[in-house]
């Protein structure tokens, strides 16, 4: 569990969990943000990803609940794209704890690096892939594969997940972009209950950080929620990639 050397160090952590609930709200990617900020408490990498991971997963009920009405009417889309998130995700899960630790700790830069660029070029990705075609079938073989291959990155690692997921469903489904959205929003809770369930049983999370995290995660997320039309969605995205990037660098430095 974690031991806090330092008086600003639980503070750092509540401060994070508040920031990342509201930049998820408003931009996404905040998950970027607590995951340095539980290195910085002298966590080991693979305990502040899972413990990352399992603290993150209320932000994904709330939204999924709110844009509910907008999964009705594709069921069978519905229960293609969630089975391939409860694999997917299993699978990711499995893979972080079954490989050696310095595997993930080879990789992690790489990914954190991957989340940043994804962020960055998040609305540039949207115009590159233009608006969905509703009168056309959707692509289900790529659709099934791109959500499970996905899954396992976001049950592996997770940042900027939604980025990819939202990106998948728009080449692959065809369908307005408020629903994709709210279908992406439902395979992230997915995603992250399987998370939660897989990483209790076997991963080492710090469970007093995840009670200091998720409460002030889901406020946050509340308050960007509210103020999402006023905050600087831009500025606050560049800003997680910023960190994003430092924290690869200094990762392959050190």
Do not use: H
Request: with cysteine; charged share 10%; hydrophobic share 60%.
């Amino acid at each position: 569990m974690v031991v806090f050397t330092e008086w600003f160090e639980p503070v750092l952590l509540v401060v994070v969990g508040f920031l990342s609930g509201a930049i998820n709200a408003v931009a996404g990617g905040g998950s970027l943000l607590v995951f340095p900020a539980l290195l910085a408490t002298g966590m080991p990498p693979l305990v502040a990803n899972v413990t990352n991971s399992v603290a993150q997963g209320p932000g994904f009920v709330g939204a999924a609940i709110g844009q509910r009405q907008d999964l009705k009417g594709n069921s069978r889309r519905l229960w293609l794209t969630s089975a391939a998130a409860v694999v997917g995700s299993a699978l990711g899960c499995v893979l972080l704890m079954v490989l050696p630790g310095k595997v993930f700790d080879a990789v992690v830069p790489a990914l954190i690096g991957l989340s940043a660029v994804l962020m960055a070029f998040q609305n540039t990705i949207r115009k590159w892939l233009g608006t969905p075609d509703e009168s056309a079938p959707d692509r289900t073989m790529f659709l099934v594969l791109g959500i499970f291959f996905a899954s396992i990155y976001g049950g592996y690692f997770g940042g900027a997940r939604s980025v990819i997921l939202i990106a998948i469903l728009v080449l692959a489904a065809t369908d307005s972009m408020r629903r994709l959205n709210a279908l992406k929003s439902w395979l992230g809770m997915i995603g992250s209950a399987v998370t939660l369930v897989v990483y209790a049983l076997i991963a080492p999370v710090d469970w007093i950080a995840v009670l200091m995290l998720v409460p002030t995660t889901v406020l946050g997320g509340f308050v960007g929620g509210k103020l999402a039309q006023k905050l600087p969605a831009t500025l606050l995205r560049y800003l997680v990639v910023v960190i994003a990037a430092g924290v690869a660098v200094y990762m392959v430095l050190d």
